[in-house]
């Protein structure tokens, strides 16, 4: 991979910020008591032995030097102390044992590296060691008073300020807000009209515009509570889960598809999704969410269902951005437990607790220890696991409990399933019939009786009996699979079918079951039509496999038997070959005396020994019925019925599928406790083989709660954490929370850094109405979501308009204050949501699995030892058009279909990211002109409207500005919209279709589209 | 140890057992029984310096004198995707920006009509070449296609090949009035503004972009230099001659890749293969770069994400080895015609001269005339860097 890189002569000056904080030194007595000895020590010390530590050492490993070589810093006694990846640099009284005189006598490292030190300065060393090194400098890593840090401290409850207009405030949050505009002398913006009001509120509470009816009503509706019962109504609409969910993944990585190399097969991820989008249409309180996220697995419940939905829940720590084929396990582990800790710092806490993984926090209290506590939790978390061969490890499937249903369901859908199947052989008797008769149509080997048998006598029960089993040719690739099997049918003298029989032998397994052939019998009814012809042809058409090999053919009723054919008078066809795995012999172009053969190489046979044969069926190669070419008008008939049957037929196929995995054991992936649950040691800097001391398993250190949440024996720990983090005095989880629902209702934060409260962070614009609302959501408001929602958009604050102020701009330019409401662009999933939902192509459907594994060749390298499978990338149709959160993301930057997010700052899925970053580049205005998606939805954009508004131009205008930005057109866009028109008919010779594409196509680029106020 | 650092011992020992142990903490796939493997082919001194290096390569070693091979090479994984990402940004996991974001970044841009960052054809995702949290102007720009078929365009969506230029440009202007009648009525809006300009940029890359993968002007002879018109090395030559083009017009960081490099088996025709591919283009751009004189202030480094094992894997092949592998740079500030470091006596790992990746891209900016340690930019609550909390400039390799 070679690269190069081109300089040029102009530098930028980078904004230069020193890694590492210092603070002034800090020298003072030595805790502890001011012994003489202890006085007399420091003097020392501070007299011979700083100086050289300050001139020799500070330059490699020192706080203020930036650097801390080997993980060693001397500027502290806790430095020394801790020392670097050996260990401590001094055993107090003990020179000789001390690495640090072993550096600098040269005996092992040779310390400073430049000069050794002189003899003097090492016997001064030697002295002070000796003296059991008096040290009265404290660390020089930046304590943090937790006391000093506003997270931290207690959530207060601030009485609602009293605001000289006493009229403008509706909620309690407007009197906050009021109070601090009315302190820096400005005024609220006026309030919004209801158009704006309306395409705001429906976007932020379900990711979609307000349709062209509800614009209308809500227009029109002047009722007081008008505008409440419409928020009611957004909040109880299935839309809401659907876009609140998506916030929600920002923070936590989800995928449907595993490793970071994007697409390793998982098969259950959206059971998590589903759970989250019901969670929330549900308003489940948030402390619950949390509960079950974290610990779902561990609590009680009171039905399978609620169990189920408890394991699923865990999902949360189970997906996740996980190296899967990392070689190093223990490092692959390690890694896991690191997000799983920086994810919950940062999705409740607001905090960077990784940053503890190898070292203090440089600035924010969060000791190592807080981290290798918090590292025990999850180590005694079973996320993935690894069982060979190969290098991949997996993540954890538990088996969810089943369903017990009443025996009435169970018989209903036994016989549903059973219809369904009938169907399907039904189609597929017809579908090969038909396929014979088409030239081209169908490869496959067809075996049909010459002289039909009288087997059908009105009300007479007969029996089909045959001997069967998988099969293959010489190469392996054609080896019958699950999917595979033969059909055997009783054709009626005109060709149609008085019965059809499937039959699948299972898979051809090598060796192990190689032509062993097990007796197979059918019953049918005759129904007094005349005699029959018996035909066998492999079941599944196109499949390029062999659907199974057929022996001792017999029709018969009671003791009678009406035809029976061993096969064994075979003529052996010139062409042969070794079958795969067994080497037996296997013939092409083989006569079968009383049978008509037909297919790839007429008839094939296997040789099993001593005179017995056996007729394979292969099923032809997949040329699909769009390449066949009908001759005769006959033809023509049956080729397109044929195509009218494949299409019944794979949907029929869709539907047996999805009724037996009904069926099917039920997987989530999810996480549970180790056999062993147990305390972590301290990786030191972070390397697992660099192990120090053990630490018992607890949170972090500088939170306070109401109690303590000791970790009991055999217990991962995780249930006690996620009471930590809802605990009644966790100052932090209520905080960030609210903080973030604030985020997205008026597009940023009180605090604006959403996943950063620490020391370098933002402090919040108004620190007592985000205590106000934290305590109000956590106790009043029980932690319901849609509560803190409804009460925020029903405020005076976020219905005011977003008019600009140049007064308040001057004071306030980044509108801290809200002295408007903000304008938005609309985010990457709603821009592709309202495109479809604008040119009518969004479908409704919900939940459920997106990857469609029944596509065929979505399941790639299934049945490889080393390799998982991987998703073959067809998205299914039934899932094309749905909204965003229910495609299937793959764990890497969203493209193909879903390129448009992307484009417009759409989270890498392995981000946890609160505040997604907002650009404008010229890619996007690239992507609005000219990608196909959007081409293609302005062309069904047009086709709607023109079928809405056929006659009226003006009209159509109006409803397109509707549809697209919410309101109707002024009289001067409509003029200019027609002048586009014209011209653009002009330029398109004519075509007033394709001009109106074109002007659906502008307003899709257009920021009326693209921003709600 | 098949192409630039040549083995006695393990030519010698090549078929016998391992005289050394896996490292325990890696799970195997393949290596059942291994036995070491000498080299896939004949190794020659090459320049005035000596250079004893690959037959395959020998367009290369022309080039021997301006070379500075770096044989100590190592990464801090042996995965595909995480070597890669460490490769281009230094970080094995976290979504961190790459290497040519940092540069842009640090340098800004000289040519306001291009991207400042541009890879041509990438093998790997979006987040090698993501700016990641700085701006996304420092993006690195993928070039998708330079074959001399016109239906692909080289940026994606750079053109709308249903309609005339005529209704694209009207298109356009009615988009852009739209958007200025709703400014007008604003007052103000920096983000809105920001996209009307965004429209016009979007419009002049349309007409420029095709001019540069356009090689019209560019002599028979230069085209030959690369191998274009060749059928082996046609595709990765084009690819060099566009890196060229734009390292004139002004592009600060240029990536070219080429995959097919992982040969767990069939190294022996697999490794030859790709060189005879790579070669001539490789050359024909140190060379160009040379006669334009524009060599001494571009650094070209060469590379992958990790090397491979000196012992066998599945018989024929060879493991990924993130311990110790080659480099090499040249131009831009760097010695030519050295050596630094070096692997044990069988190219497993390094022993001296030992360069991380952080190291190698301290070294990097250092030769862009940037600090690693104060190109900073504060995410998250805390200052970020390229080499993180890590890298040392190779000091003894600067010119």
């Not at chain 1, 169990?307 to 951005?321: C, F, K, S, V, W």
């Not at chain 1, 030239?439 to 069967?468: C, H, Q, W």
């Amino acid at each position: 991979m070679p690269l190069h890189v081109r300089t040029g002569p102009t530098l930028l000056v980078v904004a230069i910020v020193a890694w590492l904080i210092t603070t002034s030194a800090d020298v003072t007595a030595a805790q502890g008591t001011n012994t003489p000895e202890n006085v007399q020590g420091v003097a020392f010390f501070e007299k011979h032995i700083a100086p050289i530590l300050k001139r020799r050492c500070y330059q490699c490993h020192s706080h203020d030097s930036g650097k801390a070589k080997g993980g060693l810093v001397l500027d502290s006694r806790h430095g020394w102390e801790k020392g670097g990846s050996e260990g401590a640099a001094i055993v107090p009284g003990k020179p000789d044992e001390s690495l640090l005189m072993e550096a600098v006598r040269y005996q092992s490292y040779e310390m400073p590296p430049d000069k050794k030190l002189p003899a003097s300065e090492i016997a001064l060393l030697e002295k002070w060691i000796s003296m059991r090194a008096p040290d009265p400098r404290k660390s020089k890593a930046p304590k943090v008073d937790p006391a000093k840090l506003w997270a931290l401290q207690p959530i207060g409850s601030p009485a609602v300020p009293v605001t000289k207009d006493a009229k403008w405030a509706r909620d309690d949050l407007d009197a906050f807000v009021l109070a601090r505009l009315e302190a820096e002398g400005l005024t609220p913006a006026a309030d919004a009209d209801r158009y704006t009001l309306l395409r705001r509120v429906t976007f932020d509470l379900t990711g979609l515009p307000p349709t062209p009816e509800e614009i209308e009503a809500f227009v029109n509706d002047t009722s007081e509570r008008a505008y409440e019962n419409f928020v009611d109504r957004l909040l109880d609409s299935p839309g809401f889960g659907d876009h609140w969910a998506r916030h929600w993944f920002d923070l936590s990585c989800y995928a449907d598809l595993a490793d970071i190399q994007g697409n390793v097969l998982i098969r259950d991820a959206w059971r998590y999704r589903d759970y989250v989008i019901a969670a929330f249409n549900a308003d489940k309180p948030l402390d619950r969410f949390i509960h079950e996220q974290i610990a779902g697995d561990l609590l009680s419940y009171e039905s399978d269902e609620q169990r189920r939905e408890q394991i699923i829940a865990t999902g949360y720590l189970a997906i996740g951005p996980w190296t899967l084929q990392n070689y190093i396990k223990k490092q692959l582990d390690a890694d896991v437990v690191d997000h799983q800790i920086d994810r919950i710092g940062r999705t409740f806490l607001a905090q960077t607790i990784s940053c503890a993984r190898c070292h203090d926090h440089k600035f924010d209290p969060v000791p190592t220890a807080d981290y290798y506590a918090l590292a025990g939790v999850f180590h005694s978390t079973r996320t993935t696991s690894y069982d060979g061969p190969g290098v991949w490890s997996a993540i954890t499937q538990v088996r969810l409990p089943d369903l017990r249903r009443s025996p009435d369901d169970q018989a209903q859908r036994l016989e549903m399933l059973a219809d369904l199947r009938s169907q399907r052989q039904t189609l597929q008797a017809e579908l090969t019939s038909l396929l014979i008769k088409i030239p081209g149509g169908s490869d496959a080997n067809v075996l049909t009786l010459r002289k039909p048998i009288a087997a059908n006598d009105k009300g007479t029960n007969y029996e089909l009996s045959f001997k069967a089993g998988p099969s293959v040719w010489a190469g392996a690739t054609q080896r019958t699979t699950a999917g595979d099997g033969l059909q055997i049918d009783l054709q009626r003298e005109d060709g149609s079918i008085l019965v059809g029989f499937r039959h699948a032998p299972g898979p051809w397994s090598g060796a192990k079951n190689a032509q062993r052939l097990k007796p197979v019998r059918f019953n049918y009814t005759g129904d007094g039509s005349g005699s029959v012809r018996i035909r066998v042809t492999s079941a599944t058409p196109g499949s390029s496999k062999f659907g199974g090999a057929i022996d001792d053919l017999r029709v018969s009723a009671g003791s009678r038997t009406f035809f029976f054919d061993d096969f064994d008078d075979l003529r052996r066809g010139p062409v042969k070959g070794a079958q795969a795995d067994t080497k037996l012999t296997v013939f092409a172009k083989a006569i079968v005396p009383g049978w008509t053969g037909g297919g790839l190489n007429h008839s094939h046979a296997v040789d099993l020994g001593n005179g017995d044969y056996a007729i394979q069926f292969y099923g032809g190669g997949a040329k699909g019925l769009a390449a066949v070419k009908p001759v005769t008008p006959d033809q023509k008939e049956a080729h397109a019925r044929a195509v009218e049957l494949d299409k019944q037929l794979k949907d029929a196929a869709v539907k047996v599928a999805q009724a037996e995995k009904l069926d099917a054991p039920k997987h989530a992936l999810a996480v549970r406790d180790v056999d062993e649950p147990a305390d972590s040691p301290i990786y030191r800097r972070g390397d697992f083989q660099n192990l120090g001391d053990v630490v018992p398993r607890g949170f972090l250190s500088a939170v306070s709660t109401s109690t303590n949440y000791s970790v009991p024996h055999g217990t991962s720990g995780r249930l006690q954490l996620a009471r930590w983090l809802t605990d009644s005095l966790n100052p932090l989880t209520s905080r960030v929370l609210v903080n973030r629902i604030w985020r997205h209702v008026f597009g940023k934060g009180l605090v604006r850094t959403v996943d950063y409260f620490g020391v370098h962070g933002e402090s919040p614009s108004h620190a007592e109405l985000l205590d106000f609302l934290a305590s109000r959501m956590r106790g009043e408001d029980g932690w319901s979501l849609k509560k803190t929602i409804r009460r925020m958009v029903l405020s005076r604050t976020y219905q005011m308009a977003s008019t600009h102020n140049v007064k308040a701009a001057e004071a306030d330019p980044d509108n801290r204050l809200m002295w408007q409401m903000p304008r938005r662009r609309l985010t990457a999933e709603s821009i592709r949501d309202t495109m479809l939902a604008t040119s009518g192509q969004l479908d409704p459907s919900r939940g459920g699995p997106s990857l469609g594994l029944e596509l065929k060749g979505n399941i790639r390298g299934a049945g490889g030892k080393v390799n998982p499978p991987t998703w073959g990338s067809k998205v299914p149709d039934y899932v094309k058009n749905r909204r965003t959160i229910y495609l299937p993301f793959l764990r890497k930057r969203p493209e193909g279909e879903l390129e448009i997010l992307s484009v417009f700052d759409f989270p890498h899925p392995n981000d946890i990211i609160g505040a997604r970053p907002n650009t404008t580049v010229a890619t996007q205005a690239l992507f609005l002109l000219n990608a196909p998606f959007v081409k293609q939805q302005a062309t069904a954009l047009s086709g709607r409207l023109s079928k809405h508004e056929p006659e009226d131009e003006r009209a159509r205008i109006d409803r397109l500005y509707l549809l697209t930005t919410s309101r109707p057109a002024a009289s001067d866009e409509i003029e200019t919209a027609l002048s586009f028109l014209d011209q653009c008919t002009e330029d398109l010779k004519g075509n007033r279709g394709a001009a109106w594409s074109q002007l659906c196509h502008a307003m899709l680029g257009s920021n009326g589209f693209l921003f709600r106020e | 140890m098949d192409l630039f650092d040549h083995k006695p011992e393990l030519e010698k020992r090549s078929g016998s057992d391992l005289p050394y142990k896996l490292p325990e903490t890696e799970a195997t796939v393949g290596l059942d029984n291994t036995k070491l493997l000498g080299s896939v082919s004949g190794f020659r001194h090459a320049g005035d310096c000596g250079l004893y290096m690959s037959d395959l390569l020998p367009h290369t070693a022309k080039h021997a004198d301006d070379l500075c091979v770096l044989r100590a090479v190592h990464a801090g994984s042996p995965n595909h995707p995480v070597a890669i990402r460490q490769l281009h940004t230094g970080n094995l996991f976290d979504v961190v920006p790459s290497m040519g974001s940092w540069l842009s970044y640090g340098l800004g841009t000289e040519n306001q009509q291009l991207p400042s960052y541009i890879t041509i054809l990438p093998q790997e995702g979006e987040r090698n070449y993501s700016s990641a949290f700085l701006a996304a102007i420092h993006q690195g720009t993928a070039i998708q296609s330079v074959g001399s078929s016109p239906n692909k365009a080289p940026i994606r969506h750079l053109t709308d090949r249903s309609v005339s230029e005529d209704v694209q440009r009207r298109r356009i202007d009615l988009i852009q009035q739209m958007n200025r009648r709703q400014l007008e009525r604003l007052e103000t809006d920096q983000q809105m503004e920001g996209v009307i300009e965004s429209f016009e940029l979007a419009f002049k890359m349309q007409a420029e972009t095709p001019k540069l993968v356009d090689f019209a002007e560019e002599s028979k002879e230069t085209q030959a230099l690369y191998g274009i018109g060749e059928k082996q090395t046609d595709t990765f030559g084009r690819q060099c001659l566009l890196a060229r083009r734009l390292s004139e017009a002004g592009v600060r960081f240029i990536q070219v890749s080429l995959g097919g490099w992982d040969h767990h088996n069939k190294i022996s025709t697999g490794l030859p293969d790709r060189c005879a591919v790579s070669d001539k283009p490789v050359a024909g751009l140190l060379a160009d770069l040379k006669t334009r004189g524009l060599l001494d202030d571009t650094l070209v480094l060469w590379g992958g994400e990790f090397g491979r094992t000196p012992h066998a894997q599945f018989g024929d092949g060879r493991e990924h080895n993130h311990h110790g592998f080659t480099m090499w740079m040249a131009g831009g500030g760097v010695k030519g015609g050295i050596t630094h470091g070096a692997t044990d006596d069988f190219g497993y790992y390094g022993v001296e001269g030992q360069v991380h990746i952080n190291d190698l891209h301290a070294t990097m900016l250092h030769l862009m005339g940037l600090d690693h340690e104060r190109l900073t930019f504060k995410h998250h609550g805390r200052p970020f860097r390229l080499t993180d909390v890590a890298g040392n400039v190779v000091k003894e390799i600067l010119a």
